[in-house]
C-alpha cells in the first residue's frame, strides 16, 4: 500500500497526535447552526472586544482550530481554548451542572454574542437545562438505575475511579416497556429530525421486521451434539439475533456442584440463500480463525466451533451478561462523560490491537460491542472482518466493497474502489462515541447528496464554529479529537494509536473491569 499523502494544510503537529485537518474553503461561518446551543466555548476577542463594523475579522477555519489544538502548550491558547479547557469537568448533560475549572472555582456561564437575529438551528440537541432538570426529576433518576435496587448504573469513587452495574435483564424489561408505549401510540416525538436519527426508531424497525423470525427461532434451537452438550452443556435462552443467525446461553452444570453452573454463549450460524455447503464452511471457519487468533481484555474470547447435527455450525464465545451498548444507550438516552469516555478508550484500545495483528473489523457498531456486568467493553462478531496484512508482510493491502450499517459506514467506501480499512473501522468509533454522548446517529448516511446531516456537517468543517452536536462536546481536547476521526478524506484521519495518545484520550481514567477485561 502507499503511504498517504501528505495533507495540502501544513500545520504544527505533535508527536501525541499528529493527523492534519482539511482547511476547506467555504462560505460565511455557519453560526445559526449553534444558535440558541448552550456552548461552553466563547470567542475571547468578541466577548471582551467590539468590533468596528469596517473591520472585519479574518475567517478561521476548521483546520487553524485542530492544529492549534495539537501543536500542545508550546504556544499561547487563544481565549477561546482557554475558555474550553474550564470544562474538564462537564456535566453527564454537557451544560447541566456549572464547569469547575482548575482551581476548583465554578466558571461562570457563557454566551456566544451574535450581531444578527439566530434563525432555526438544524439541532438534534433538543433540551435546554431547565427542560433536562424537570426530566430529571419527573423521571426521579430512572435512567440512571440498571437493577431493582435502585443501584446507579455509573458511580463515581472517591478516589476518581469510577464503576458500572450493568444488568442486561432490567435493561431489557425498560426497553419492552418504551417498545409497547411507541407502539402503542402513547408516547410521540413531535420533532421530525430527532426522529430520523433516533436509536429507538431503528430499533423499532428491526423489532417489527424480525417478530415473526423470532417466535420461528424460539421454537427451535439448534440439534446439539454429544460433544456441544458434553463441552459446554445445554442452549436455553436467546440473547441475540441477526442476519448470521441467533445467539443463546448455554448451561454447564458444574459436576461437583449442582447449584453451581458456567455459562457460555453460543452463536448459531445460518445458510445464506443460494449459498453451497463448501462456501458456508470457508466464511464460517474465516470468522473462527480471525476472531480466535486474538487476545485481548477488549475483544470477545472465542473458545469453539462446532457443528451441530443438522450440519450447522456453532460458535462457542465468552458469555457477557452486561448486554450489548447498543441497548445500554437506548435505555439511558444518553451516557454519561465519563462513562462514555471509559467504553470509547476501551474500543480504541480493541482496535489498536486488532490493526497491530492485521485485522480491521468493518461493522463495528454498537450492537457488536457486548458488555459485562463490571463494564468491560468486548469487540464481538467478525463476519465482516479481514486480514489486511499477514504476519510476514509489512505492507499492507487496500480493501474494496460495500459492509457495514449505514450510519457507521465511511464515506470513501461509497467513492473509492479501494480503501484502508483501518481508516473505515476508526469513522465507525466516532459515530459510535457521539451516539453514546447524544443518543443519537449524526446521520443516517455519509453521503452529502443523500443525507442533509452530513452535508451540513461538511460545511459546518468549513469553519471555526464547527458542526453543531459535535459543538456541544464542551472539552476542546475532545472535540477537536472527534473532528480528527471524522474526517472524509481517509489519508488525514487519525488512526487508532493517535487516537490514544491524544491529550484527551490519556487523561481518561479506566475502570478496573475495562482495564482487565472482567
Not at 143 to 155: A, H, L, N, V
Not at 232 to 239: A, H, L, N, P, T
Not at 386 to 399: D, I, N, P, S, Y
Request: net charge positive.
Amino acid at each position: 500500500m502507499t503511504p498517504p499523502s501528505p495533507s495540502p494544510v501544513p500545520s504544527t503537529v505533535s508527536s501525541a497526535a499528529t493527523s492534519q485537518i482539511s482547511s476547506d474553503h467555504g462560505e460565511r461561518q455557519v453560526t445559526q447552526a449553534l444558535a440558541g446551543m448552550n456552548l461552553s466555548a466563547v470567542n475571547g476577542d468578541a466577548a471582551h472586544a467590539v468590533i468596528p463594523h469596517s473591520v472585519k475579522p479574518p475567517k478561521q477555519t476548521m483546520a487553524n482550530r485542530i492544529s492549534r489544538m495539537f501543536a500542545g502548550n508550546t504556544g499561547r491558547s487563544t481565549p477561546r481554548e482557554q475558555d474550553s479547557l474550564r470544562e474538564l469537568s462537564d456535566s453527564s448533560s454537557d451544560g447541566g451542572k456549572p464547569a469547575v475549572n482548575g482551581t476548583g472555582k465554578q466558571s461562570r456561564p457563557s454566551s456566544r454574542p451574535s450581531s444578527k437575529p439566530p434563525s432555526r438551528a438544524p439541532s438534534r440537541q433538543t433540551s435546554t437545562k431547565d427542560a433536562s432538570e424537570k426530566k430529571t426529576k419527573a423521571t426521579g433518576g430512572k435512567d440512571q438505575k440498571e437493577g431493582s435496587t435502585g443501584q446507579k448504573r455509573f458511580e463515581s469513587l472517591p478516589d476518581n475511579s469510577h464503576c458500572h452495574h450493568l444488568k442486561s435483564t432490567r435493561r431489557q424489561e425498560k426497553l419492552t416497556d418504551l417498545l409497547r408505549d411507541m407502539l402503542g401510540g402513547r408516547k410521540k416525538d413531535d420533532h421530525a429530525e430527532d426522529q430520523q436519527l433516533s436509536l429507538m426508531s431503528t430499533w423499532i424497525d428491526q423489532f417489527k421486521s424480525e417478530r415473526d423470525k423470532l417466535a420461528a427461532d424460539k421454537k427451535g434451537g439448534p440439534n446439539a451434539t454429544a460433544s456441544l452438550v458434553d463441552k459446554y452443556g445445554k442452549c436455553q435462552e436467546i440473547v441475540g439475533r441477526g442476519a448470521f443467525g441467533i445467539v443463546r446461553i448455554s448451561h454447564k452444570v458444574d459436576p461437583k456442584d449442582s447449584k453451581s453452573e458456567q455459562l457460555y454463549a453460543v452463536k448459531e450460524f445460518r445458510r445464506r440463500p443460494q449459498e453451497t455447503s463448501k462456501k458456508y464452511q470457508k466464511r464460517l471457519t474465516s470468522e473462527f480463525c480471525i476472531s480466535s487468533s486474538l487476545r485481548h481484555p477488549n475483544i470477545i474470547h472465542t473458545l469453539d466451533l462446532l457443528q451441530d447435527a443438522k450440519g450447522d455450525y456453532c460458535e462457542v464465545m465468552e458469555y457477557c451478561a452486561g448486554g450489548d451498548l447498543y441497548t445500554l444507550v437506548l435505555a439511558a438516552g444518553k451516557l454519561e462523560v465519563a462513562e462514555a469516555d471509559c467504553l470509547f478508550k476501551q474500543l480504541m484500545r480493541g482496535v489498536e490491537y486488532m490493526h497491530e495483528m492485521g485485522v480491521a473489523h468493518r461493522d463495528l457498531k454498537p450492537e457488536n460491542l457486548l458488555l459485562t456486568t463490571h463494564g468491560a467493553l468486548k469487540i464481538t462478531d467478525f463476519g465482516n472482518g479481514e486480514c489486511f496484512r499477514m504476519a510476514w508482510e509489512k505492507e499492507a493491502h487496500m480493501t474494496a466493497g460495500l459492509c457495514g450499517s449505514a450510519p457507521y459506514i465511511a464515506p470513501e467506501e461509497y467513492v473509492e474502489r479501494e480503501f484502508d480499512p483501518r481508516a473505515v473501522d476508526i469513522w465507525a468509533c466516532g459515530v459510535i462515541y457521539m451516539a453514546m454522548r447524544t443518543g443519537r446517529h449524526l446521520w443516517k448516511l455519509a453521503r452529502k447528496d443523500e443525507d442533509d446531516f452530513y452535508k451540513r456537517y461538511l460545511e459546518g468543517r468549513k469553519h471555526e464554529d464547527g458542526y453543531a452536536p459535535i459543538e456541544t462536546l464542551h472539552r476542546a481536547r475532545c472535540r477537536n479529537v472527534v473532528y480528527s476521526i471524522l474526517d472524509p478524506n481517509p489519508s488525514r484521519r487519525i488512526n487508532s494509536s493517535q487516537i490514544l495518545k491524544s491529550e484527551w484520550v490519556r487523561e481518561i481514567r479506566l475502570c478496573q473491569a475495562g482495564e482487565e477485561g472482567f
